[in-house]
């Protein structure tokens, strides 16, 4: 058996290299710092100045996801401090219409702009460089030139790039799920950037680690493992998601922003599970046990009073996880059967005394995940 998950591990690396060679749903990536952009981002007709702006990615404000809870952390330390604040929503995907929304926050009076997602790496990179006396919150991604042959990184001084334990997150819905009786699993994840293979790895660790507590027998759980390619719903998408709870799986761990909007009816449809992801999406379906979060909210609020205390960390790299309460499960509107918050707890403070460590090496080598339960199958459908 170990030989057989090492197998479709080693498929799944594959997979993930070859999609992460592809270009982002359209983005690209300017050689130079010199990059001229249109005006085609979509901003309200008023003249009002902001002093704390969003950009959001290719997503919508309120995707109960990345940039929803993102914003919302504008929003909470806006409105506790009585501070202007505005989102752009850039109306291309690309870096150019990126770095365009940047230019007319901080002609808009931007002092701070929050960027959600990998997808801004480049466009940061830019900007900090164009508007040293703005600061930059930069979310899971260091600003990058985008050239991979002659690569360039840099974290500015009015920068900080923010990172979260994917993993951690991953590893307590894996260890949810089975410790509350499910035994055939699904991942779905989006395209296969590191942070989304970073859920996944989790997913199957805390899927094992259940297993192991609870003393299951080897092949005691399948899990089916995908990437769709895409963070965007598609039918494709739902009628895959509506064959794996036909074929018997139980609960899908919808790792990629809208593509849980074509698994929700799936779900739905069949009286299945679903486990979201970034936020807590229980409110978008009664199919939503739970959610691996990452506490982005509380995160965003915290960069911002640092920002305001004069202590921003600019050209750090910071790390959200367990042990600063950055990711987690919304247990308060979980639905489980058996799993309490006594159980939740006492992983999670393992998690964060380091009892449990959760490999977050997206090259880890797949004999070196434990095995003893967990079967990986039916790869791509």
């Not at 085609?40 to 290719?58: F, M, P, Q, R, V």
């Amino acid at each position: 058996m170990k030989k057989i998950l090492a197998l479709i591990l080693a498929l799944i690396m594959l997979f993930t290299l070859a999609a992460c060679n592809t270009n982002n749903n359209g983005t690209t990536s300017p050689s130079g710092n010199d990059t001229e952009v249109e005006d085609n981002t979509e901003l309200d007709a008023d003249s009002g100045e902001y002093e704390l702006a969003l950009i959001t990615d290719l997503g919508t404000i309120d995707d109960r996801s990345f940039n929803q809870g993102a914003w919302e952390g504008v929003e909470m330390y806006a409105k506790e401090f009585d501070i202007t604040h505005k989102y752009y929503k850039p109306a291309d995907a690309g870096d150019d219409a990126y770095l365009n929304a940047i230019d007319l926050a901080v002609q808009s009076g931007a002092k701070v702009i929050v960027t959600p997602g990998f997808l801004f790496e480049v466009p940061i990179f830019v900007a900090q460089d164009r508007y040293p006396d703005v600061k930059f919150i930069l979310l899971d991604g260091t600003p990058n030139n985008g050239d991979w042959d002659n690569y360039e990184g840099k974290v500015g001084d009015n920068t900080i790039a923010v990172f979260y334990a994917e993993e951690q997150a991953g590893f307590l819905a894996g260890y949810a799920a089975v410790m509350d009786g499910y035994r055939n699993l699904g991942f779905m994840g989006g395209i296969s950037v590191p942070a989304v293979v970073r859920f996944g790895l989790g997913y199957i660790q805390g899927a094992e680690y259940a297993a192991q507590e609870l003393g299951l027998e080897d092949d005691s759980i399948t899990l089916n493992y995908f990437y769709t390619g895409t963070f965007e719903p598609s039918p494709d998408i739902n009628t895959r998601a509506a064959a794996w709870y036909n074929d018997g799986i139980e609960v899908i761990f919808a790792c990629g922003g809208g593509i849980c909007f074509s698994i929700f009816p799936a779900a739905e449809q069949s009286g299945n599970a679903v486990i979201g992801v970034d936020g807590d999406q229980s409110s978008e379906s009664e199919s939503v046990i739970t959610s691996a979060m990452k506490l982005l909210t509380q995160s965003v609020y915290d960069c911002l009073e640092d920002y305001y205390a004069d202590e921003f960390p600019g050209g750090e790299t910071l790390l959200f996880d367990a042990a600063n309460l950055g990711v987690g499960l919304p247990m308060d509107t979980s639905k489980f059967d058996t799993f309490t918050q006594a159980d939740y707890d006492a992983i999670f403070a393992m998690l964060v005394d380091g009892t449990v460590f959760v490999d977050p090496n997206t090259e880890i080598a797949p004999d070196e995940i434990p095995t003893s339960a967990v079967v990986v199958n039916n790869l791509g459908g």
